[in-house]
């Protein structure tokens, strides 16, 4: 953390200094060389959200700040209700960046930071609290470097396609439980339409001994990842693929303590189907369906686990996964617009060896109104329902309102 924060420290006096000593381009770039221009940029962002949830308590985190589709409590029809009001500012964004043209060659580097991404995988320690201060640890989230066509560090996965993003309030923007979703880091290579990418390999396995996915951190071969854009008329379309190795290294025993370790690789694939489709001047629908077998990890937010192991032998199979969305915006005058989104998840478990306590069904949607009196100020409010299923049918309900502002520079 402390080298974490002496960066973005020299991030900003750089920057500093830049603005004193070189011509401004713009209020967000300057040039500080003859062949190099940075870049500051982000937004600030204020949410107050209420929650509703209908059969059991969530704790104050990344449930009740945006919408987790697993962290939805279930029941069988005994569960209480409770509601609950949250606000925040930990989407805040910081973004730097530099555009360097070098003896024929184009480089580039972008760092992006905010408050709330860390809390994600809940292993940020010192995390804040609402009690005094309601300070927040900054989390990583893009950092990269561009040389031509390549690209080697933190981006989002070339899996997932930013064109079909939908406008919406919530901090995955995304419908969670619709997408694709991750940021990782990768080796990728681009040309024209077409995008290659070689990504960090990681494997999530679920077995009978609780309802939570654990990493392997076993995995010896990267994801890899393959996107193609096309326009075809008022429509950008675009279809990817991952492949992966899903591996497990002498996994903890549970109901057979007496059984030999084991260790188990299996192969997990699927795609992707995304786009946009432009309406008119500023109406548009934007879609994804996703599936495949051992991609539990992309989707939803990693509701599912990548793979099922068998307790007795060991073996690992992968978990058929299917997710979609649509959104559709509808721009009412200059400053008043508004995103209307349907999605939902299906997760084919094995109940043998995962028990019944997995999610299995998912499906959300939402509506919202934004307005921008000015062109870097958005408010705006969203409603959103959502319902949790699990192998038992036993099931849960999300009802949440969402106010925001958001400021961007």
């Known amino acids: 953390m402390k080298a974490m924060k002496s960066t973005h420290g020299l991030c900003l006096l750089a920057a500093g200094s830049a603005l004193l000593a070189a011509q401004a381009v713009s209020a967000a770039e ?32 990344t449930g009740r700040d945006f919408y987790v589709p697993s962290s939805i409590p279930v029941s069988t029809g005994s569960g209480q209700a409770y509601q609950r009001l949250d606000a925040h500012a930990k989407e805040t964004r910081l973004i730097v960046k530099t ?13 992006e930071a905010d408050f709330i991404s860390g809390q994600i995988a809940q292993t940020i320690s010192g995390s804040g609290n609402e009690g005094v201060t309601n300070a927040y640890n900054p989390s990583l989230r893009r950092a990269f470097i561009t040389f031509d066509n390549w690209l080697f560090g933190q981006e989002w996965t070339n899996f997932i396609n930013l064109t079909a993003l939908p406008e919406t309030l919530d901090f995955v923007a995304f419908p969670s439980d619709g997408t694709v979703f991750g940021r990782q880091p990768q080796v990728r290579y681009s ?38 854009a ?64 051992g991609i539990g990890r992309y989707l939803a937010l990693g509701t599912v686990a990548d793979a099922a192991m068998n307790d007795v032998s060991h073996d690992l199979k992968p ?91």
Not at 42 to 55: A, E, M, N, P
Not at 193 to 201: I, T, Y
Not at 359 to 364: A, D, G, P, V
Not at 368 to 385: A, D, F, I, M
Request: aromatic share 8%; glycine share 12%.
């Open 30 to 61: 300057v040039k500080i060389s003859d062949s190099t221009s940075l870049t500051i940029g982000g937004y600030i962002k204020f949410d107050t959200l209420y929650s509703r949830f209908s059969d059991g308590e969530v704790a104050q985190g």
């Open 99 to 111: 555009d360097t043209n070098l003896d024929g060659h184009k480089l580039g580097t972008h760092i």
């Open 191 to 228: 040309s024209g339409g077409l995008s290659l990418a070689l990504e960090n390999g990681e494997t999530t396995v679920q077995n009978l001994s609780g309802t939570t996915a654990g990493n392997t951190d076993d995995n010896v071969l990267p994801d890899l990842t393959l996107r193609y």
């Open 230 to 293: 096309v326009k075809l008329g008022p429509a950008d379309i675009n279809l990817a693929g991952v492949a992966r190795q899903l591996k497990i290294d002498n996994p903890a025993v549970t109901t057979a303590p007496t059984a030999p370790l084991r260790n188990d690789t299996a192969f997990g694939g699927g795609a992707s189907l995304s786009g946009k489709i432009t309406f008119g001047p500023g109406d548009d629908l934007r879609f994804m369906l996703n599936g495949g077998k």
């Open 319 to 409: 978990v058929k996964v299917y997710n979609g969305y649509m959104a559709y915006r509808h721009v009412w005058t200059g400053t008043w617009r508004s995103t209307f989104t349907v999605s939902g998840f299906k997760a084919d478990n094995e109940t043998a060896l995962v028990g019944t306590g997995v999610t299995r069904k998912l499906y959300s949607a939402s509506a919202n109104l934004l307005y921008s009196p000015v062109k870097p100020l958005t408010l705006g409010l969203e409603y959103r329902h959502a319902k949790r299923e699990v192998d038992s049918s036993a099931e849960g309900k999300l009802d949440r309102v969402q106010f925001s502002a958001k400021y961007m520079f």
